[in-house]
Nanobody
């Protein structure tokens, strides 16, 4: 069982930055690929970014490429650095863990409770 706790969400103006954090309880954090997804009101949950369990290979949705950066450290935390934020980035952001990195929810077994990001215009 892996418990994930997100933090760092909030209200920011368009063009601003935020850094989300996701703390994992897994004893073997390095065994898990990690992903960030988001869900805006009335929309389906969508992939944002992912990082592999080995070598830290990263993947991004086209809509955030060049603006968001995913990273992980040895302290069982994965980060999502978001810059040049746009109102369309407003959503609840979820952290997820799985054994195979991918851009679909099916790749991930464990999910956090989400953190709200609101970008004002």
């Amino acid at each position: 069982q892996v418990r994930l706790v997100e933090s760092g969400g909030g209200l920011v103006q368009a063009g601003g930055s935020l850094r989300l954090s996701c703390a994992a309880s897994a004893r073997t954090f390095s065994n898990y690929a990690m992903g960030w997804f988001r869900q805006a009101p009335g929309k389906e949950r969508e992939f944002v970014a992912a990082i592999s369990r080995s070598f830290g290979v990263t993947y991004y949705a086209d809509s955030v490429k060049g603006r968001f950066t995913i990273s992980r450290d040895n302290a069982k935390t994965v980060y999502l650095r978001m810059s040049s934020l746009e109102p369309d980035d407003t959503a609840v952001y979820y952290c997820a863990a799985g054994t195979a990195v991918g851009n679909t929810s099916r790749n991930y077994y464990y999910w956090g409770q989400g953190t709200q990001v609101t970008v004002s215009s």
